[in-house]
Structures are given as structure tokens and as C-alpha cells.
């Protein structure tokens, strides 16, 4: 039972235009969300976090916004990259379990942003 | 060090060996988890270590798989009896105060 889902396994975007990365999850527990970047051959690196007493997040470019009634959240890259070109995760934890509780992932989706 | 490393990077091994995977967490990071990626499929949890608590082994897939962490610092993942389904990257992340992860560059596994 996956309890965070990427539905979308890929997306491609023109340079400049929004890139917009979805994410639902399951379990009610989630209170802190968070989103990973992956290049090939690397390891995932964070990108940006929400806790759930939010509903937007916002750091540059990326802007995380927190949708808990409907248990959905999103990535918007504003304007999009040609380096931005990587795997997105989306993971959640149930940090009131206490810190450094585990996280869950998505299985990702593969951003493409054409030049 | 100054970030997680992973030994080896790629390790390629017979069906049937088995295969040591190593971990070197950020130093003063109290948590250490493994998680792997199978072709096509998302970052799956392994096991989790927290100070000196006992560790989370919800995540390892059968009775082959093990992992120790040593003075609570660096740790192995030990795969018995590989099976192909085993091919994976294994990837290690620590954490320290705050609620995100470092990752490793992770160790490539192909069984054949």
C-alpha cells in the first residue's frame, strides 16, 4: 500500500514556462512533508519543506504548497531550467512520532525541461 | 567528513554471494537509515538506526538482509544468498537536528 503517490512518472516543460509536480498521500499521521531532487548517479538532495501548520512554502525559484483536507501537495518551479532536468521525490514523515522519524517516499517523476 | 559517503560505489556479484554494502554517516548525525531503488520504483526503506535505540528493521525485505551499525557511527548492510531481485541502488542517508536527510551517492548492486 503506497501511501504517498506520484501518479505522474514524468513531465516535460518549455524553459521559463511553470513546472507544476504533484503529490497525494494516505496516511493522516503525515505532518511534514518534503521534496528531493535526484541527478543520475547521485543521491537525492533535499530541495524544500512544509510542515503541516502551513499551507505554502515558498524559497526562490520553488514553492511548495499544502492542500491537508484534500491530503495533496505540489511543487511549482517558477520559471523552469534546463537544470532543473531531474528526478522529484515527494516524501512525508510523521515527525510528532518524534524527530528524525523515517521518511516516505514517492517513486519520483522525471521533470525534462526543454531549452 | 563533510558529507555521507558509500563504499563501494558499484558492486557487481553472483547469485548466491554474499555482498557487504558500507556507510560512513555525517559525523555527529545521530540517525542513519538505508533505503533502496529498484529499477522504475521509488526510494524504499530499509532500516532505520537512532542513537543508541534498537534499530526500525520494518523495511528489510526478507531474512537475508541485515545491517549493524558500529559506536554509532558507520554502518554495513549485509545482503546473505544475493537473488537477482536484489539489484538495486542501496542508498544511506544520516540526520542530525533537523528533520531532512543527507544522502550518500548510494552503491549500485547488480547481481548476476
Known amino acids: 500500500d503506497q501511501q504517498v503517490k506520484q501518479n505522474s512518472p514524468s513531465l516535460s516543460v518549455q524553459e521559463g514556462r511553470i513546472s507544476i509536480l504533484n503529490c497525494d498521500y494516505t496516511n493522516s499521521m503525515f505532518d511534514y512533508f518534503l521534496w528531493y531532487k535526484k541527478y543520475p548517479a547521485e543521491g537525492p538532495t533535499f530541495l524544500i519543506s512544509i510542515s503541516s501548520i502551513k499551507d505554502k512554502n515558498e524559497d526562490g525559484r520553488f514553492t511548495v504548497f499544502l492542500n491537508k483536507s484534500a491530503k495533496h501537495l505540489s511543487l511549482h518551479i517558477v520559471p523552469s531550467q534546463p537544470g532543473d532536468s531531474a528526478v522529484y521525490f515527494c516524501?512525508?514523515?510523521?515527525?510528532?512520532?518524534?524527530?528524525?522519524?523515517?521518511?516516505?517516499f514517492g517513486k519520483g517523476i522525471t521533470l525534462s525541461v526543454r531549452p | 567528513g563533510a558529507g555521507v559517503s558509500q563504499s563501494p560505489s558499484n558492486k557487481v556479484t553472483e547469485k548466491g554471494k554474499d555482498v557487504e554494502l558500507r556507510c560512513d554517516p555525517i559525523s555527529g548525525h545521530t540517525a542513519l537509515y538505508w533505503y533502496r531503488q529498484s529499477l522504475g520504483q521509488g526510494l524504499e526503506f530499509l532500516i532505520y538506526f537512532q542513537g543508541n535505540s534498537a534499530p526500525d528493521k520494518s523495511g528489510l525485505p526478507s531474512d537475508r538482509f541485515s545491517a549493524e551499525r558500529t559506536g554509532g557511527s558507520v554502518s554495513t548492510l549485509t545482503i546473505q544468498r544475493t537473488q537477482q531481485e536484489d539489484s538495486a541502488v542501496y542508498l544511506c542517508?544520516?540526520?542530525?537536528?533537523?528533520?531532512?536527510?543527507?544522502f550518500g551517492s548510494g552503491t549500485r548492486l547488480t547481481v548476476v
Open positions: 516524501a512525508a514523515s510523521a515527525i510528532s512520532t518524534g524527530a528524525n522519524s523515517k521518511l516516505t
Open positions: 542517508a544520516s540526520s542530525g537536528t533537523n528533520y531532512g536527510y543527507t
